[in-house]
């Protein structure tokens, strides 16, 4: 009797989803992690796996900037597996994935949708058209173009990249003479962008910025968390922590304004971060980002509610309704570890006891090596200047900044000075 030896495909009762650009560990591990809990998942990158190996069971390694390239590494997978969706939490991606979805057949917010969200003045002009309270905005192509913007909107006034992200290239520009190098600042951050190398001149909101945590499915938004954010000093918007609380009082308060700019941008299915600024007590959008928050923003979310909205961003690319029911009512917060000056890393540590014996510190991550330089804006921006961050939960806001200040007496940063 002939023995006929064949190649058992891979055989699973779990839908699969395509994760594309998956990120850095550091940053990004518990999304990939959070969605492996309920999917099985192939890989569309731009460099062969290493840490995502436990949490994939395929993948294709191909140039992620080029569109035809990953076009084909998509269709690779397809051929290979039966694909339910594809997800992404790469703001610079988030175009490609929907081109890509389309192409396979695959349920998705449309191309036109992501350009939008990807680009600030077109969601300033459906932000008015939709009545969303938003800041006034002008696109200035020249310095020249700059200042005619400010005699209109006045000072101050935002200086930013039109299609950027991360508060890279954004500054605060509070006199006329300062609006040369303002320009200069964002237009270089702004000529790195794929999709619109366009600078926006901004009426400034002077109020406290939060961001809410949204998703969108089948056309309804649903408001899970609401993040109160840090920022670092003038005229930069360098973020340097973050809270969420599940008994915020906020989050009714800032819902429906975030639910009305998803819809503007015509975003049907989704999860959105969607940051926004209180003036007067009435919030005033800043931008909707079509994806998961970064900085580990949906880590909290689920330390305080239990919600994954990882999770969440995959059962929607794959058509299917999340489970938004939170299982814990508590609050987390994440402080970032910023040096006092530019120059070379020389220390960085924390109290071991401490932090052996404090539960409530749930991570401390370093993210850059002794020697290593750190960079503040101008020079550098959040990739540049970083040496790391940690992590505390607690059962309030209170509580939790209280924690994470007393963290931070235990932490050292100390950076040399380059002459």
């Known amino acids: 009797m002939q023995s006929i030896d064949t190649e058992i495909p891979?055989?699973?009762?779990?839908?699969?989803?395509?994760?594309?650009?998956?990120?850095?560990?550091?940053?990004?591990?518990?999304?990939?992690?959070?969605?492996?809990?309920a999917y099985d998942v192939v890989l569309l990158t731009g460099a062969e796996p290493s840490w995502e190996k436990p949490f994939i069971v395929d993948h294709a390694v191909v140039d992620l900037s080029d569109p035809a390239a990953l076009l084909?590494?998509?269709?690779?997978?397809?051929?290979?597996?039966?694909?339910?969706?594809?997800?992404?939490?790469?703001?610079?991606?988030?175009?490609?994935?929907?081109?890509?979805?389309?192409?396979?057949?695959?349920?998705?917010?449309?191309?036109?949708?992501?350009?939008?969200?990807?680009n600030k003045a077109t969601a300033r002009t459906l932000f008015a058209r939709h009545g969303v309270p938003s800041a006034a905005s002008m696109k200035a192509r020249t310095l020249l173009e700059a200042g005619l913007a400010t005699m209109t909107l006045g000072y101050p006034a935002v200086i930013k990249p039109?299609?950027?992200?991360?508060?890279i290239g954004v500054i605060r520009v509070d006199r006329p003479e300062e609006l040369p190098a303002a320009f200069a600042f964002a237009s270089a951050s702004a000529s790195r962008?794929?999709?619109?190398?366009?600078?926006?001149?901004?009426?400034?909101?002077?109020?406290?910025?939060v961001s809410v945590e949204c998703v969108t499915h089948r056309g309804v938004t649903t408001a899970v968390a609401v993040t109160r954010k840090d920022l670092g000093p003038a005229p930069y918007f360098v973020e340097t922590g973050h809270t969420v609380d599940a008994a915020d009082p906020l989050l009714d308060q800032v819902a429906p304004a975030a639910a009305a700019a998803v819809k503007a941008l015509g975003v049907t299915d989704g999860v959105q971060h969607?940051?926004?600024?209180?003036?007067?007590?009435?919030?005033?959008?800043?931008?909707?980002?079509a994806r998961v928050g970064g900085d580990m923003i949906g880590h909290l979310v689920r330390l305080a509610t239990g919600i994954d909205l990882p999770k969440a961003a995959a059962d929607l690319a794959c058509g299917r309704a999340p489970d938004l029911t939170p299982t814990r009512s508590a609050a987390a917060g994440i402080r970032m570890l910023y040096p006092d000056a530019s120059g070379t890393?020389?220390?960085?540590?924390?109290?071991?006891?401490?932090?052996?014996?404090?539960?409530?510190?749930?991570?401390?991550?370093?993210i850059r090596e002794i020697g290593e330089q750190l960079l503040l804006p101008p020079d550098g921006d959040l990739f540049t200047v970083r040496a790391g961050f940690y992590i505390v939960t607690g059962r309030n806001t209170a509580e939790v900044t209280d924690r994470l200040d007393t963290a931070a007496?235990?932490?050292?940063i100390a950076t040399r000075t380059d002459r």
Do not use: K
């Open 345 to 366: 890393l020389t220390a960085r540590h924390i109290n071991q006891p401490f932090a052996a014996h404090t539960p409530w510190l749930r991570q401390i991550q370093w």
């Open 72 to 118: 084909a590494g998509g269709r690779a997978l397809a051929e290979r597996h039966d694909l339910a969706g594809v997800v992404t939490w790469d703001e610079w991606h988030l175009v490609p994935t929907a081109r890509l979805a389309r192409a396979l057949g695959l349920s998705s917010t449309s191309v036109e949708v992501m350009r939008a969200c990807r």
């Open 193 to 209: 962008s794929r999709e619109d190398t366009g600078v926006l001149v901004e009426e400034y909101l002077d109020g406290p910025e």
């Open 162 to 167: 039109a299609a950027f992200a991360g508060s």
């Open 10 to 37: 891979f055989l699973s009762a779990r839908p699969l989803v395509l994760v594309l650009s998956p990120g850095d560990e550091t940053y990004r591990g518990y999304c990939l992690e959070q969605v492996a809990t």
């Open 409 to 412: 007496d235990e932490i050292t």
């Open 274 to 289: 969607v940051e926004l600024r209180l003036v007067d007590g009435r919030p005033r959008l800043i931008e909707v980002n």
